[in-house]
């Protein structure tokens, strides 16, 4: 039997009727951009999130950028991040002329170690964007606390985790912005690029709608400010809000099967194999179900003979990519680097059958059993 890593047909499958019906009615009225499928979603996604305003965007990286700008961070400032993630964190940083200052993760959950963050700040410091890596959110009540002590923003890229909790609360909805993708690989994904902003603070959601339409002002060829073409089309709009109706069901799903990957993992913890550690007070939406293994190499390749497949999410810190060496502030990162030559991710999807799962947790315990 082949095992995808990611199964997206069978959820298209269970979802066809009404993703089809929407798509189509677009194609009838032919309004692509802007249309009505926007607003509409947009009003689904911050229901579910419980945030004041949710916007649409074109991708998580824009959503970043769209962000930044809004809070006027620019040239000469800095902002504190993770040093383990995909390139978009550092990327969208750097590309406003933003110098990334890199600390280490906490090498139990990988997401940014608050307790490292005060000791990065400086006087250029104009923010902290925390990562919530793999599904899972970061420490925010400690996050938080150290920003409104030293008067810094927060922006949550929230690319991996949408539809998380934190201590009730969703992701998205835990600091001054949140960003997210729909990359269809994400736990919520659209048919293509997509993303969203959500914030409980009405001026930045007007800036940012601005923003998000070339610096947009009372019309369409008024522009009080910089902006970037950041919207996200009535398709990719009306895909997710036909997907946010599964989503529920969905995270549970994905909350079972990480469930069973660590009971039957469990026994492997002498040989090295480390499962993932969710805080008590969050729940995860599993973006990536991801084990710590002492070779890595060997690991993949015996599974690959199985017919199962892996990934790794990272096997570069962004601090040492090459593009960033050069351009960024470097704290201690030992976790990281440490992270990124050992994790490697399983197969993770809703729709996984028993029977698929139980195949891929055989080929991982005969690696060692």
């Known amino acids: 039997m082949s095992i995808p890593f990611i199964d997206l047909k069978t959820q298209y499958a269970a979802l066809k009727p009404k993703i089809d019906a929407g798509i189509f009615k677009i194609l009838d009225h032919g309004q692509f951009i802007m249309g009505p499928e926007v607003k509409e979603c947009e009003e689904s996604l911050k229901k579910f999130v419980g945030s004041k305003h949710a916007l649409t965007c074109s991708n998580g990286s824009d959503a970043l950028q769209i962000a930044l700008m809004a809070l006027d961070i620019g040239a000469g400032d800095e902002v504190i991040t993770t040093a383990f993630s995909f390139i978009a964190t550092a990327e969208m940083i750097l590309i406003l002329g933003i110098k990334p200052v890199f600390v280490d993760i906490d090498p139990h959950t990988y997401n940014i170690d608050w307790r490292k963050i005060e000791a990065a700040i400086t006087p250029k410091t104009k923010a902290i964007m925390p990562v919530s890596l793999f599904g899972q959110p970061a420490d925010f009540d400690e996050i938080n606390a150290i920003a409104k002590k030293n008067k810094l923003y927060v ?23 949140g960003c997210t993708s729909f990359f269809p690989a994400k736990p919520l994904g659209c048919y293509g690029d997509g993303g969203a902003v959500f914030t409980n603070d009405d001026r930045l959601a007007e ?71 969710v805080r008590e007070h969050n729940k995860s939406a599993w973006a990536q179900y991801t084990l710590s293994v002492p070779d890595r190499t060997k690991f993949q390749s015996h599974l690959q003979a199985k017919g199962v497949p892996t990934a790794v999410h990272y096997p570069i810190t962004m601090a040492d990519q090459p593009a960033y060496r ?23 999807y809703p729709d996984m059958t028993e029977e698929i799962q139980n195949q891929i947790i055989m080929a991982v315990k005969s690696v060692y059993l």
């Open 155 to 177: 922006i949550e890229d929230a690319a991996q985790s949408f539809g998380s909790l934190y201590k009730g609360k969703r992701s998205c909805n835990l600091s001054d912005i």
């Open 207 to 277: 800036l940012m709608t601005s923003i998000r339409v070339h610096g947009m002002g009372e019309h369409r060829y008024h522009h009080p400010r910089l902006g970037i073409n950041g919207r996200l089309d009535s398709i990719q709009c009306s895909v997710l809000t036909t997907k946010l109706e599964r989503y529920p069901w969905e995270l549970d799903q994905r909350d079972r099967i990480a469930q069973n990957y660590t009971t039957a993992f469990k026994e492997l913890a002498t040989f090295g194999v480390k499962t993932p550690i």
């Open 326 to 348: 050069e351009t960024s502030t470097v704290h201690d990162i030992s976790n990281a680097r440490q992270a990124a030559d050992h994790v490697v991710s399983l197969p993770m």
